[in-house]
């Protein structure tokens, strides 16, 4: 079942469903895909409330770094895709670069940067990143 978070559905049956959103790989699809995983974690918690209240600020803030390194390491089209699983949340962001991410050091005297992706692993249960012939996926498990 997929779940348009702009419409007020309430899942049937304790099923839920997954949210997938594509996007043009633009500056603005950041905020975009943002809005899209608030939407889904508001119908999820109709029926699922978190568990604590930081953790759906904590998937908003890891689905904001991860749609930014993806418009800033890797130009183009990307998609996010968001489900309930046992007491958390996976979240999935598939991008066209095969270049899988990588821990930068934090420059402050060069405007910064450099933290977002320690922020995801700091966050997350579990991190992985799948290497495709089409790009990568970057599947992460958040408390919920």
């Given at each position: 079942?997929?779940?348009?978070?702009?419409?007020?559905?309430?899942?049937?049956?304790?099923?839920?469903?997954?949210?997938?959103?594509?996007?043009?790989?633009?500056?603005?699809?950041?905020?975009?895909?943002?809005?899209?995983?608030d939407g889904y974690l508001?119908a999820l918690a109709r029926?699922?409330?978190?568990?604590?209240?930081?953790?759906?600020?904590?998937?908003?803030?890891?689905?904001?770094?991860?749609?930014?390194?993806?418009?800033?390491?890797?130009?183009?089209?990307?998609?996010?895709?968001?489900?309930?699983?046992?007491?958390?949340?996976?979240?999935?962001?598939?991008?066209?670069?095969?270049?899988?991410?990588?821990?930068r050091r934090f420059r402050?005297?060069?405007?910064?940067?450099?933290?977002?992706?320690?922020?995801?692993?700091?966050?997350?249960?579990?991190?992985?990143?799948?290497?495709?012939?089409?790009?990568?996926?970057?599947?992460?498990?958040?408390?919920?």
């Open positions: 079942m997929e779940i348009d978070p702009s419409r007020n559905m309430k899942p049937s049956s304790g099923e839920f469903g997954t949210l997938t959103s594509a996007f043009g790989g633009e500056l603005r699809n950041v905020t975009d895909a943002r809005l899209a995983a508001r029926t699922t409330p978190p568990s604590a209240a930081e953790h759906w600020d904590d998937i908003l803030l890891v689905v904001t770094e991860l749609a930014a390194n993806t418009i800033q390491y890797a130009p183009g089209p990307f998609e996010l895709q968001i489900r309930p699983t046992v007491g958390g949340v996976h979240v999935m962001f598939h991008d066209s670069s095969t270049t899988p991410p990588a821990p402050p005297s060069q405007g910064g940067g450099g933290i977002g992706w320690h922020l995801v692993h700091a966050l997350c249960d579990q991190v992985s990143v799948i290497v495709r012939p089409d790009g990568k996926d970057i599947h992460v498990f958040l408390p919920w």
